[in-house]
C-alpha cells in the first residue's frame, strides 16, 4: 500500500468506513481474494464442508492495522501471514465472537 492508500485508510476509520468498503482498491481485494479462494469460506472448507463466502475478513483487523487494509499477505517479522481470508456470514460473525443475541449481528462491511 501507498502512504497515500493507508492515509486514506485511517481517514475512513475515523470518519466513514462505508467509504473503506465501497472504495476501488478495496473492491478489487474482495474481488480477488473471493476469486483466489475458489468463492468458499475458508473456514468451512477447513471442516470438510464447501460453503460459499460472502465477506472477506481481515485477519489483521482493519482498525488496527490500516497499513494491512488491501493486501493479500503481510509479513510479521521475517514471516508471511494471510491478511484476507474468504468466509461466509457465519463464519465471519464467529470470527468476530458475534451472535444473533449480542444485537451485533451486521458487519461494519455489510453496513
Same mark, same amino acid.
Given at each position: 500500500?501507498?502512504?497515500?492508500? *493507508? ?9 466513514? *468506513?462505508? !467509504? ?9 481485494? !474482495? ?6 479462494? /475458489? ?10 464442508? *464447501? ?18 487494509? *488491501? ?8 514471516? /508471511?501471514? !494471510? ?16 451472535? /444473533? ?11
Amino acid at each position: 500500500m501507498t502512504k497515500e492508500d *493507508i492515509a486514506y485508510t485511517a481517514w475512513c476509520i475515523e470518519n466513514d *468506513i462505508h !467509504r473503506f468498503y465501497t472504495w476501488s482498491k478495496w473492491l478489487k481485494a !474482495r474481488e480477488e481474494t473471493l476469486k483466489a479462494d /475458489r468463492g468458499e469460506c475458508q473456514d468451512c472448507k477447513h471442516r470438510g464442508v *464447501i460453503t460459499k463466502a460472502t465477506t472477506v475478513h481481515h485477519n489483521f483487523f482493519l482498525k488496527q492495522y490500516p497499513e494491512y487494509a *488491501i493486501e493479500q499477505y503481510c509479513y510479521v517479522g521475517n514471516k /508471511r501471514k !494471510r491478511n484476507l481470508v474468504s468466509l461466509c456470514h457465519s463464519c465471519h460473525e464467529k470470527r468476530h465472537k458475534r451472535t /444473533r443475541e449480542s444485537k451485533e449481528w451486521l458487519t461494519e462491511e455489510k453496513w
